[in-house]
């Protein structure tokens, strides 16, 4: 029993105490100084350690503690050096206390190096030992490794999607498979908004609704909603924002609703151009835009064309039995859809200083679209023809306006404060002609209707606005507004037959 014992303590004194140095040192057995435990120590080639390192029967002790938290460093690493050579002769690590022990170190002159991750290295010179001593250290402060970025750069990307306080925002930009179409290409894509095939717009089943450019009202959407939508092209669009729940700034127009398309500006520095073109089997378009930036001011340009071609055809069966009579109407309509619109623009904006800025602009759109509709009735009684009319309907619609906005803009250091003084001009010209004609079997002339509609719309408004957060969530606005507007009407209807 006693052999036994005597093996166990023999081999828990052989077993090997491993310390990893700062800067990728290794660690090394500590013997006891005795010749067994030297002879039966293994070295290993990456420590470095200086060879052949003399073993004495002197220690050294010490605590390691954050100089901030006055808590134990734990784990931290110790290196000892020979001053002379500047070799490393020893290490060891600390205990969870921050406790370390460096045993059978020879009589000489040191260097002690304590470091660990998160803190500035810490070194002991002039240690000087003598054969037999044990030298405490005592407490060893290292402080915190705080370095300064000079600047940091958090990237992101927005969200298709966007939910604000009182509007959600559908960032048509990051849309590509839009590129090409139109705005109504785009509004069939935003979430509460409804899109028919005519191109007529309604927002959550209802189309009282108001369409707004840039924040402001526009001429060509006064006359028709989907033939405007039809002269923006996509590409042109950065965001749509539904407002359902607008404020006094949007005078309360629409109950459903307000539709805000906010149209890209250019920020890069020198000459951009950006063509797209599209064939389509309904329709063709054709897009050129330029933008011109220099130090503060930035010039745009821009024009787009879209041509229509469409063909449909119905037919209608209708039987009708009375008093064993037996009555049935035959339809047959050829219709005819072909339109040219076209929209150009041209503005300018200048940084008047770090927080002020002038916007300018005009656009000017037209339009020419021709419906032709030609409608076969055939009456049939028992199976017997008994009558055939032809319907020509042909309406024309001849339209042009012209747009002009000067903007000044005012912000300020807190997120959201601004203040606003902007003013407009708009006119458009607009001719719709409506002629029907029936006609017999012989085509002749049975009956002819004659509608003639020209007007003119001219807007001019002047507004102010402010507003400044007050409150997490919440925003105070204020603002006044004039506008003056003038609408004249000829309508003209003739009957003949």
């Known amino acids: 029993m006693k052999n036994i014992l005597t093996l166990v303590i023999v081999a828990l004194g052989m077993t090997a105490a491993h310390a990893q140095f700062p800067g990728g ?30 073993k004495g029967n002197s220690r050294i002790i010490g605590f390691v503690i954050d100089s901030a938290a006055t808590q134990a460093v734990e784990f931290a690493n110790i290196a000892l050096f020979n001053k002379a050579t500047g070799k490393p002769v020893d290490g060891t690590m600390a ?39 044990e030298l405490d250290l005592g407490v060893i402060k290292l402080g915190p490794d705080v370095r300064t970025l000079a600047e940091v750069v958090v990237t992101g990307e927005k969200s298709m999607i966007e939910e604000k306080v009182d509007r959600m925002v559908y960032n048509a930009e990051k849309d ?10 785009i509004l069939k894509k935003v979430p509460m908004l409804s899109v028919d095939l005519d191109g007529n717009v309604s927002l959550r089943g209802s189309s009282n609704i108001r369409v707004l450019i ?52 250019s920020t890069l520095q020198g000459l951009t151009l950006n063509l797209d073109a599209g064939v389509g089997v309904r329709g063709s378009n054709l897009s050129l835009n330029g933008n011109y930036r220099q130090g503060k001011l930035g010039i745009t340009l821009g024009g787009f064309g879209r041509m229509f071609y469409n063909k449909a055809a ?76 032809l319907r020509d309907v042909t309406t024309r619609d001849l339209s042009n306006n012209v747009d002009m906005n000067l903007d000044y803009i005012r912000t300020f250091k807190t997120p959201g404060k601004e203040w606003s003084i902007s003013t407009q001009y708009s006119r458009s010209n607009l001719t719709n002609n409506f002629n029907a004609d029936l006609l017999s079997q012989s085509s002749t002339l049975l009956s002819r209707q004659k509608n003639l509609n020209s007007n003119v719309n001219q807007e001019a408004t002047i507004q102010t606005d402010y507003q400044t957060p007050i409150k997490a969530n919440q925003m105070f606005e204020i603002g006044a507004k004039t506008i003056m507007r003038q609408v004249n009407s000829d309508y003209s209807y003739q009957v003949a037959g």
């Open 176 to 185: 590509l498979t839009s590129r090409g179409g139109d705005a109504a290409d």
């Open 314 to 389: 119905t037919t209608l069966d209708q039987t009708t039995i009375q008093n064993g009579v037996s009555l049935l109407t035959k339809q047959s309509t050829d219709a005819y859809d072909n339109g040219l619109f076209g929209r150009y623009n041209l503005g300018f904006d200048y940084d008047l200083g770090k927080n002020q800025s002038l916007t300018a602009g005009v656009s000017f759109g037209t339009r020419n679209m021709i419906r032709s509709q030609d409608m076969t009735s055939n009456l049939f009684t028992n199976n017997l023809l008994t009558s055939t009319t």
């Open 214 to 265: 840039n924040n402001k009202p526009s001429t060509i959407v006064a006359s028709s909603i989907a033939d405007a939508l039809k002269m923006i092209p996509a590409d042109l669009i950065k965001s749509v924002e539904v407002i359902t729940s607008p404020s006094a700034k949007y005078d309360a127009e629409g109950s459903a609703g307000i539709i805000n398309i906010i149209t890209k500006k």
């Open 95 to 133: 205990d969870e206390k921050g406790k370390f022990t460096l045993k059978s170190i020879a009589a000489g002159d040191y260097k002690l190096m304590i470091s660990f991750i998160g803190f500035k290295d810490k070194t002991i010179d002039n240690i000087k030992l003598a054969k037999g001593q």
């Open 25 to 54: 040192l290794g660690g090394m057995q500590s013997g006891d100084g005795n010749g067994r435990n030297r002879n039966t120590t293994t070295q290993q080639p990456s420590l470095n350690l200086e060879s052949n390192a003399p």
